[in-house]
């Protein structure tokens, strides 16, 4: 769906529009639903890129460094470069990609499990054989995989299997237009939702969908609330409370950040699996004997 977006956007903004209601058909929407996916895709397609191509992967890697290491590599060696970089470490045997390893992984396989570091190799941690794409991916096409997959992270080889190095979801977000790109689609997209909620309440009564739809319109723009994201419960932690039972905790619930409370019982900082690796493995400190208030990201 999105490449046919995309050549369609190629062409002009006109024949994007006309994509957008084709891809539409095809997946049975009408009415609100193929209204929604004008109101989204249109103007993600218009709007972020101008009338131009789509930006691709090649372009946001050019001259960035690839976070690529050996097999055999230790976990220390390992965490230093991906601190360095603030990229997962790709694991290359042969020229070839064999493995991953994220933040997230340092946290819960390594620094929970009390492994030590020097002595650990990363292809005995790593996830293998991920999944890669090529570096003539489009950044919409990356951002599809990474939703349906579930991915953070997304290796880039080209055909012959030559690494070219990794994107992650911000990578991804900022060649999609950056925070202002994405700003405006939400905004366009859940005020569509509003008004498809006021036709579905007010029926089939032209007259009347109109006139609220006029009043609506003259009302002044709200901002959003947070609770629109559906938050999930937040893992808590103390100040006091070490790297290593925090990791730990946040191996058994999945998690990859956990909210720090001070001694007055308020939030005092915030600390995730990427502080993790940064904070901790790059400093050489002990998980063990850190405590939170030293490393966590405060206010």
């Given at each position: 769906a999105i490449s046919r977006l995309e050549k369609a956007q190629e062409k002009g903004n006109d024949a994007a529009a006309g994509a957008v209601?084709?891809?539409?058909?095809?997946?049975?929407?009408?009415?609100?639903?193929?209204?929604?996916?004008?109101?989204?895709?249109?103007?993600?397609?218009?709007?972020?890129?101008?009338?131009?191509?789509?930006?691709?992967?090649?372009g946001l890697l050019a001259g960035k460094r690839a976070t690529i290491v050996g097999p055999s590599t230790n976990l220390r060696e390992a965490g230093l470069l991906m601190a360095e970089e603030r990229k997962a470490?790709?694991?290359?045997?042969?020229?070839?990609?064999?493995?991953?390893?994220?933040?997230?992984?340092?946290?819960?396989?390594?620094?929970?499990?009390?492994?030590?570091?020097e002595h650990t190799e990363i292809k005995s941690v790593m996830t293998p054989n991920p999944e890669s794409v090529t570096p003539d991916?489009?950044?919409?096409?990356?951002?599809?995989?990474?939703?349906?997959?579930?991915?953070?992270?997304?290796?880039?080889?080209?055909?012959?299997?030559?690494?070219?190095?990794?994107?992650?979801v911000m990578d991804v977000i900022q060649g999609c237009g950056g925070a202002d790109g994405w700003r405006?689609?939400?905004?366009?997209?859940?005020?569509?939702?509003?008004?498809?909620?006021?036709?579905?309440?007010?029926?089939?009564?032209?007259?009347?969908?109109?006139?609220?739809?006029?009043?609506?319109?003259?009302?002044?723009?709200?901002?959003?609330?947070?609770?629109?994201?559906?938050?999930?419960?937040?893992?808590?932690?103390?100040?006091?409370?070490?790297?290593?039972?925090?990791?730990?905790?946040?191996?058994?619930?999945?998690?990859?950040a956990s909210l720090v409370i001070g001694a007055n019982g308020g939030l005092a900082g915030i600390i995730t699996d990427k502080d993790v690796t940064r904070k901790v493995v790059a400093k050489y400190l002990d998980p063990q004997n850190t405590d939170l208030a030293s490393v966590m990201t405060p206010n």
């Open positions: 209601q084709q891809v539409a058909n095809l997946q049975g929407a009408g009415g609100a639903q193929a209204a929604a996916l004008q109101a989204l895709l249109g103007s993600l397609m218009s709007k972020l890129f101008g009338g131009q191509a789509t930006p691709k992967l090649r470490a790709l694991v290359v045997e042969d020229g070839r990609l064999v493995g991953i390893f994220g933040f997230k992984d340092m946290m819960t396989r390594a620094v929970a499990k009390g492994l030590p570091l991916t489009t950044v919409l096409e990356a951002l599809q995989n990474m939703h349906d997959n579930k991915f953070l992270t997304l290796p880039v080889c080209e055909s012959n299997g030559t690494v070219v190095g990794v994107v992650d405006s689609i939400f905004s366009n997209s859940m005020e569509h939702d509003d008004a498809s909620a006021d036709d579905v309440s007010i029926g089939s009564g032209g007259s009347a969908s109109k006139a609220s739809r006029s009043v609506r319109s003259a009302q002044p723009k709200k901002d959003r609330d947070v609770s629109k994201l559906r938050p999930k419960k937040p893992l808590i932690s103390n100040t006091s409370d070490s790297v290593l039972s925090v990791s730990q905790l946040l191996a058994n619930k999945r998690g990859d």
